[in-house]
């Protein structure tokens, strides 16, 4: 069995935020959310989170338990709190992370528990530019005999390179074991969990140094500054990510992603785009310059050009923008054409729709190949509650007219510019004024 405790209680007072530290997010997600992804990616299931209050009571939300530390005592105190809702487990196998590390790769956490035979811990190690607040690790005839944290470090140990990342992988027993005799004597009056190494060394156990591939994999999160920093280096894996899946993305340090998207192949994303929230993008897309997508459902072949596209699906052949805005479960058909300066809110565009210039739909279902002129709009509000529009298929609206909902206009209809539409237009008509009348018929 192996189980897995991750230490998230600590405040974050560097932060200087009323949020606790590991609700801060990275790329769209909460940096708790990544440590978790990645232990579960190695094949760790049950996780005990040790929290603070505020965390508790979120705690739910990322599908594990967790157990209060009510007095920050340390990392040791923090693991004799979740050892107590553990039961021990013959053989078992413990990972221990930080909440604070969201870079680590779930390939890392499978090495220390597959490095585990034979030995009653592992430890990462790596190798970080001075100076640094990460504790040394003190060898002796190549093994590694302790752990010092750099407050009570000497000059000399300060000046020692491998460091010690603060991930470790515990035999069950062996864990118990080393956590029971842990004591606060340091100049922190804390109980260190690195003081374990130098009991089990001292026991004449086996311990085994992981080294991690990239000092970017183990970076802790203390201050806003590390915060912008590890957002960074996410944001290049996941461009990274989809590029090798055959998307194009034009400027890397100037696109925004966050985890569990789709793009399809031959997308090319323009600099300045931000896609968010579960958003899936079709092959041969083209997105942005300067656009944001967030729950966005695009098909293939679309184009988005300095718009805002959130909670809206959209259909294969559409171009969209530049400077539009749909929104609202907005849904668009296929070839339709959504043009500069149109809103859409919680809308139907069915295919072929042509909306070219300056206007608003709101609560809306136009018919295909219906043209909808510059200036536009659907008074969908009457001062307390929302009403619908129906447009049919093959109506032509004019410029700046107003379709004062509740209103249907029907198929082959025809409004004239400046027309106020108050009343429903039957299939074929002709109207036109304020308020709009049938037009003479020839």
Known sequence: MIRAIVLAAGKGTRMKSERTKVLHEICGRPMLWYVLRALRGAGITEILV??????EARIGEFGVAGVVQGEQLGTGHAVQIALERLEPSAGGRIVIASGDMPL???ELFLAMT????????ALVTAKMPLPSNFGRVVRRDGNVERIVEVRDATPEELAIEEMNAGIYAFDDAALRDAVARLRPDNAQSEYYLTDAVSYLAGAGKRIRPIPAGDHLHVLGINDRVELAAARAEMNLRLCARHMRDGVTIVNPDATYLEPELEIGRDTVVYPNTTIARLSEIGAGCTIGPNSRLSNARLGARVTV????????????????????????????SERVHVGNFVEIKKSLLARGVKVSHLSYLGDATIGEDTNVGAGTITCNYDGEQKHETFVGSDVSIGSNTSLVAPVIVGDGALTGAGSVVTKDVPPGE?????????????
């Open 305 to 332: 050009r300095e718009s805002v596209v959130t909670d809206a699906s959209v259909g294969d052949d559409v171009t969209i923008g530049p400077f539009a805005h749909l929104r609202g479960e907005t849904k668009v």
């Open 114 to 121: 597959e490095s585990l035979d034979g030995a009653a811990m």
């Open 430 to 442: 002709r109207v036109a004024g304020n308020p709009a009348r049938p037009l003479p018929k020839k």
């Open 50 to 55: 040790v929290t603070n209050d505020e965390l």
């Open 104 to 106: 680590v790769p779930e």
